[in-house]
């Protein structure tokens, strides 16, 4: 997985992705899930069997499932990290996403002028610096973070 390259990219994808919402049959097996289990006496295998159950019936983590859960008097976040789902990232700092043909074609682009067998630190260093900007990445952020 290659990670970081553009915030603005992330979150104008995120503003235009409709926010997902529950069919029927998901609230209902989310009632029905979650009316076996206490919500004040979760085990961890308790919120593991709800978070399969959930998996298996399609339905994702979202606002609209924390919302429901609340209803019933569940915390989702607890039940998933009482699952051990991995954490998902604040809301401040989402993680960044984008296509490296993006990255790519915007080096092509950037170096197609220039020489790139005599290019200086300095002139290498502005590159970035404006890759980054253009990508909406911070100047202490990595280009690429690569996940095995």
Sequence with gaps: ???????????????????????????????????????????????????????????????????????????????????GAPARPPKDKPALEVDLNQVVDYLSDALADQDTNTLSDEQKQTLLSDLKSQFGLSDDAHLVNIHV
């Design 1 to 83: 997985m290659i990670t970081p390259a553009t915030q603005s990219y992330t979150q104008t994808a995120q503003s235009n992705r409709p926010q997902p919402t529950l069919s029927e049959q998901q609230t209902n097996t989310i009632k029905e899930t979650l009316a076996q289990f206490d919500a004040d006496n979760l085990s961890e295998a308790d919120a593991q069997s709800i978070v399969n159950s959930f998996s298996e019936a399609g339905i994702k983590p979202s606002k609209a499932l924390a919302e429901q859960m609340s209803e019933l008097g569940f915390d989702a976040k607890t039940v998933g990290e009482l699952a």
